[in-house]
């Protein structure tokens, strides 16, 4: 039986010509005003004439045209691109609408798009998925969280993307799911964006990922880097935990997240490991880490007075 990686990626391919399109293009930037300015008045006035006509491939590169390059047309441009997202009968249609939104940067059709993420063709999903992490959205959260369930993992890979970006704390639970994605793209880019998101409820979940041994190691290794973005202090015991791992290049992550968000507490830790440790690269570190504590902890008190507590001594 073939495994769900393996078949994500006999859907992408045979998808290419479609998915690939809309999801890189949905993440062009903006046409330059250069770019916008070579689009006459007689070439906008055909692409919004053609924006009705019958055969579906016409108002598709009518909608590529006017997405590249009608940046300074763009508010007589985006009432049409919302309509055609929201009623085209053609999935190509509200696909390139949708790719034009994103490329438009068009903050009007944010409920358009919401809508489009529970449209029945996935390609359409993608790109709205793709155009809400161009433009993220507190009001998307929910829809985004509901395709972190969708059975393609095209889709639920782009949901979290754009999830990662709106940082609103009530996409952690649905996100915590997906650590356990049968996909490894999707799993990996749910570790990052609970990291961007930073709220501290993730860190349970990331602490058992990243002291699973059987997971992956590059996920665990991810697992640290998100655990040290997230806020609150108990971040820091948990990697003072870590420093004790049986992978050294676990503790070297460990002891590097703990140079950058350590405080003067986590030094006796990283003392007592820098006596036990065999790894020259990891030693190196953990130097580095307690020098680094320790200066934030000097500037603090200089830039507070003298009366804070002292730094551990080597």
């Not at 073939?2 to 479609?18: D, F, K, L, P, T």
């Not at 940067?105 to 993420?117: G, H, I, K, N, T």
């Not at 609970?194 to 059987?214: F, V």
Request: net charge neutral; with cysteine.
């Amino acid at each position: 039986m073939m495994s769900e990686q393996s078949i994500h990626m006999g859907r992408i391919w045979r998808r290419a010509c479609v998915v690939c399109l809309c999801m890189a293009t949905a993440l062009a930037w903006p046409a330059s005003p250069a770019q916008a300015q070579r689009l006459t008045d007689e070439a906008f006035a055909a692409a919004i004439h053609d924006l009705a006509a019958a055969d579906p491939q016409t108002r598709v590169t009518a909608l590529d045209l006017l997405g590249r390059r009608g940046w300074r047309r763009k508010d007589d441009i985006v009432p049409h691109l919302r309509r055609l997202l929201h009623s085209d009968p053609d999935w190509r249609v509200r696909a390139s609408a949708g790719r034009a939104v994103g490329r438009l940067s068009a903050r009007d059709a944010v409920p358009e798009l919401v809508a489009a993420l529970r449209d029945s063709q996935v390609e359409v999903r993608v790109v709205a998925a793709a155009a809400l992490w161009r433009l993220p959205d507190v009001a998307a959260v929910p829809s985004l969280v509901h395709l972190t369930l969708d059975p393609d993992a095209s889709a639920r890979q782009w949901a979290v993307l754009a999830l990662g970006v709106a940082r609103d704390p009530r996409s952690v639970p649905g996100l915590v799911a997906l650590l356990t994605d049968p996909v490894a793209d999707v799993r990996m880019d749910t570790i990052r964006s609970l990291g961007r998101i930073g709220h501290p409820s993730a860190l349970a979940p990331l602490a058992a990922l990243a002291a699973d041994t059987a997971r992956p190691l590059e996920e665990r290794l991810e697992a640290l880097n998100s655990i040290a973005s997230l806020t609150g202090p108990d971040k820091v015991n948990v990697l003072v935990h870590t420093l004790d791992d049986d992978d050294a290049q676990i503790r070297l992550r460990a002891t590097e997240a703990l140079g950058q968000v350590g405080d003067a507490l986590a030094v006796p830790a990283l003392r007592r490991r820098r006596d036990v440790e065999r790894d020259a690269g990891v030693r190196v570190a953990l130097d580095a880490a307690m020098s680094a504590i320790r200066t934030r902890a000097r500037e603090r008190r200089q830039g507070h007075g003298d009366d804070a507590a002292p730094t551990p001594a080597p």
